[in-house]
């Protein structure tokens, strides 16, 4: 049988980067063998489930160009077929009806209670499976369920034995049926418990490859009963190293919110590319090989569940430092494919940065066309994401921009003589011809001599007189892309920042 593989986010929140890794790693792992993505919308938390949640997944996904081989599949949708499974284990005798009274819990810490619970059981001695209900026979149990007596379904573990697998990556897992509690399959509501669900559901999709994270290794133990209470064959499993915050901790979106969250990388101006080869490489590497700006056809090719990292991978941002909001490899590789990537292809995401931002002119498309591409290649190189280029790029596409304070500073306010040489300097610019690069070099040049100054100090001026900022492309190819005459108007209206 071929691959199939599932992508099953919650639609609680936004989607974690945590979890669209996940996504990327079944989607290339499919790709790489021939076999089919598959989606899969976990929605049966139905107080937390949002349709606007479900929508922030399915656009991240298509952000980073990870498409689904079949029709999506709703959880929520399949409970009654969750429900007749369980009913089923009752009836072979692989589960049965718990009809202890449910407690009221004021708190809302239930797993905590239950992981107490059976700590103090095993410290004790006591069998966890000691319910009394577990041996009640299937004619009284169903007595008792017709006459409306509340109940819950638990999968009656074997009590001699263990659950076996081999992982893809961390290799072979084992764990003593005494170890697992009768799991409720079904809570006296009629609601399906995750565990349920998922098998059934796995099941009903045929995977045969469940790739997800490393914390579902301890349920791995338990769905593998599920598996084997209803008779269906046990697929493979690979589960992956978690990503972790720079203390160490497990990121998360209540402790720290939007830097984990995958749709603040599209909306602060990251290349889908960029980002998807960046988290690719976060607890992956390709064999043999220290590539690591690498293109989707190379992914696909190089990608092996053999290449994943048993360790944790780490997530490098300082939340309390603006300039380091994200890992700065994030940034490095978006910056590397805005550097490089084929003009026809980086067109337009600047297009979409440019028309948001209200500096798009329709152009740029017709007559201005090969003065747009010489500007972007200019000023690519030194830009970390599309925002850049409607921030530090904005002086080449309107009048109105804001200024660094730090070039100001330093380029304009440190000397004084500079409100007579940049009005001085603009009055030359204007009466050469043809102004370009290298004409207007030769006139800079020649003004500094003359004015017994030295050249840098009016190359940085005029640098940060025409674009506001202290770095950029040549200073001679700035004029000559911004033009003689707003070139001369910029250098004389810089005077009022000296």
């Not at 080869?277 to 569940?305: H, K, R, T, Y």
Request: with cysteine.
């Amino acid at each position: 049988m071929s691959v199939r593989v599932r992508f099953a986010p919650s639609p609680t929140g936004y989607l974690h980067i945590g979890a669209a890794r996940t996504g990327l790693f079944n989607w290339l792992y499919a790709r790489k063998v021939g076999g089919k993505f598959l989606l899969r919308i976990e929605d049966t938390d139905l107080q937390r489930s949002t349709e606007e949640s479900t929508r922030s997944i399915l656009e991240g996904l298509a952000w980073l160009g990870l498409d689904y081989d079949e029709e999506l599949v709703f959880q929520s949708a399949n409970a009654d077929k969750h429900r007749a499974a369980a009913l089923h284990l009752i009836e072979s005798g692989r589960a049965y009806r718990d009809f202890t009274p449910k407690a009221e819990r004021a708190d809302k810490n239930v797993k905590q209670e239950i992981a107490e619970r059976a700590r103090v059981a095993a410290s004790e001695g006591i069998d966890q499976r000691s319910n009394p209900y577990r041996d009640l026979s299937l004619a009284e149990s169903n007595a008792r369920a017709a006459a409306r007596e509340p109940f819950a379904v638990r999968l009656r573990v074997p009590r001699a034995g263990r659950t076996q697998f081999a992982d893809a990556v961390y290799g072979p897992q084992e764990r003593e049926y005494a170890e697992i509690e009768d799991l409720v399959l079904l809570r006296s509501d009629g609601h399906p418990l995750y565990n349920l669900s998922v098998v059934c559901d796995d099941i009903e999709m045929s995977i045969t490859d469940v790739i997800r994270g490393q914390d579902h290794l301890t349920n791995t133990h338990k769905q593998i009963l599920i598996y084997e209470a209803l008779g269906a064959n046990v697929p493979r499993f690979a589960h992956l190293p978690l990503i972790l915050a720079p203390n160490k901790a497990k990121l998360s979106k209540r402790k720290h919110g939007e830097v984990v969250s995958l749709t603040t990388y599209r909306d602060r101006g990251f290349v889908a590319a960029a980002f998807r080869n960046f988290l690719a490489l976060l607890g992956w590497s390709p064999e043999n090989s220290e590539q690591e700006v690498m293109s989707l056809d190379e992914l696909i090719e190089q990608f092996s569940l053999e290449g994943i990292h048993r360790a944790p991978a780490i997530f490098n941002f300082n939340e309390h430092d603006p300039r380091q909001w994200t890992d700065q490899k994030a940034l490095w590789m978006n910056a590397e494919y805005i550097r490089t990537m084929p003009l026809a292809e980086l067109w337009p995401l600047i297009r979409a940065e440019l028309e948001a931002s209200g500096l798009w002119r329709e152009s740029f498309e017709t007559d201005e066309r090969a003065w747009f591409e010489r500007t972007v290649e200019a000023i690519r190189h030194r830009f970390f994401t599309l925002k850049d280029f409607s921030a530090q790029g904005r002086a080449y596409f309107a009048d109105e921009f804001e200024f660094d304070e730090a070039a100001v500073a330093k380029n304009l306010k440190k000397e004084p003589r500079l409100k007579e040489l940049l009005p001085a300097l603009a009055d030359k610019l204007e009466q050469v011809e043809p102004f370009n690069a290298e004409t207007s070099e030769a006139a800079l040049r020649a003004f500094a001599d003359e004015a017994g100054v030295k050249a840098g100090l009016l190359i940085n001026a005029a640098r940060t007189a025409l674009t506001g900022q202290a770095v950029g492309p040549s200073m001679f190819e700035v004029f000559d892309l911004i033009g003689r005459t707003r070139s001369a108007r910029r250098l004389r209206e810089a005077v009022r920042l000296i």
